[in-house]
Nanobody, 118 residues
């Protein structure tokens, strides 16, 4: 079992920065790639970024490349999503997920709301 808990969401202005955290726990957490997704109101959930605990396998959605950065602190079992140059369309519920070696999104956090105000 893996437990995920996001934090760091809130209300920001256009252009501001914000960092989200995803605290992961469980004996097998290192076996998973960690990913961030987001779901805007009335829209489907979409992939944002992912990485392995080794630091390899980093990828981003085109919509956030150059603005968002995913990173991790292995000692804390925490994955971060640094979001810079925020845009109103970044408003969404952001969730972290643990993806198995077979590509299955096996575990999810509860999500954290991020609202970008213009």
């Amino acid at each position: 079992q893996v437990q995920l808990a996001e934090s760091g969401g809130g209300l920001v202005q256009v252009g501001d920065s914000l960092r989200l955290s995803c605290d992961a726990s469980g004996r097998t957490v290192s076996n998973y790639r960690m990913a961030w997704f987001r779901q805007a109101p009335g829209k489907e959930r979409k992939f944002v970024a992912q990485m392995a605990w080794s630091g390899e396998g980093i990828s981003y959605a085109d919509s956030v490349k150059g603005r968002f950065t995913i990173s991790r602190d292995n000692a804390k079992n925490t994955v971060y999503l640094q979001m810079n140059s925020r845009k109103p369309e970044d408003t969404a519920v952001y969730s972290c997920a643990a993806r198995s070696l077979f590509g299955v999104l096996a575990y999810w956090g509860q999500g954290t709301q991020v609202t970008v105000s213009s």
